[in-house]
T-cell receptor, first 116, second 112 residues
């Protein structure tokens, strides 16, 4: 079946603008995660959804960052008033304990955000 | 989640086995060891996971020490396409496992 998809693949924006990043998880996966990866760095956790609720928002770096998930499926990460330090690859992953799997996370290709 | 430590980088000759170590000395009894890899400009890819027994799949083998404080990922016949950053993480195996803490991983370079 289809994997995790993210859009857009690349986004260039001007400082101060708002951006929305979209994640379509694997169908049936109840958990969804957002991570951020700056150039040459490891993954930085942002937020985790179980269904439509977000029990762990501890990684969101500031109140300019927010995320929502509707219908237990698609998620949108919104960054308001973008800053240059927001430039990074934003990765989405989904997981499910069902189907005999090991609750491993399946990652999308990421959205590369560049703030000028 | 327990913290893991990995060497920053490793080299391996093409066709030889690549053995990537990971220390997780503070692992809890209900935490599994997971390995992922990230090839340049792609999202991380799941490789394998285990609790205490050694595991093998079509991609790799995972050897976990008896005390579970460390593990080794083995790529039996490394190819150039195995050049990537390899992440070792630990997390519980349930629906509410929440976030995974990814460190900086090991950059494996497979050389001809």
């Amino acid at each position: 079946g289809a994997g995790v998809s993210q859009s857009p693949s690349n986004k260039v924006t001007e400082k101060g603008k708002d951006v929305e990043l979209r994640c379509d998880p694997i169908s049936g996966h109840t958990a969804l995660y957002w991570y951020r990866q700056s150039l040459g760095q490891g993954l930085e956790f942002l937020i985790y959804f179980q269904g439509n609720s977000a029990p762990d928002k501890s990684g969101l770096p500031s109140d300019r960052f927010s995320a929502e998930r509707t219908g237990g499926s698609v998620s949108t990460l919104t960054i308001q008033r973008t800053q240059q330090e927001d430039s990074a690859v934003y990765l989405c992953a989904s997981s499910s304990p069902l189907g005999g799997g090991g609750n491993e996370q399946f990652f999308g290709p990421g959205t590369r955000l560049t703030v000028l | 989640d327990a913290k893991t430590t990995q060497p920053t980088s490793m080299d391996c000759a093409e066709g030889r086995a690549a053995n990537l170590p990971c220390n997780h000395s503070t692992i809890s009894g209900n935490e599994y060891v997971y390995w992922y890899r990230q090839i340049h400009s792609q999202g991380p890819q799941y490789i394998i996971h285990g609790l205490k027994n050694n595991e093998t799949n079509e991609m790799a083998s995972l050897i976990i020490t008896e005390d579970r404080k460390s593990s080794t990922l083995i790529l039996p016949h490394a190819t150039l396409r195995d050049t990537a950053v390899y992440y070792c993480i630990v997390r519980v195996l349930n629906t509410n496992a929440g976030k995974s803490t990814f460190g900086d991983g090991t950059t494996l370079t497979v050389k001809p």
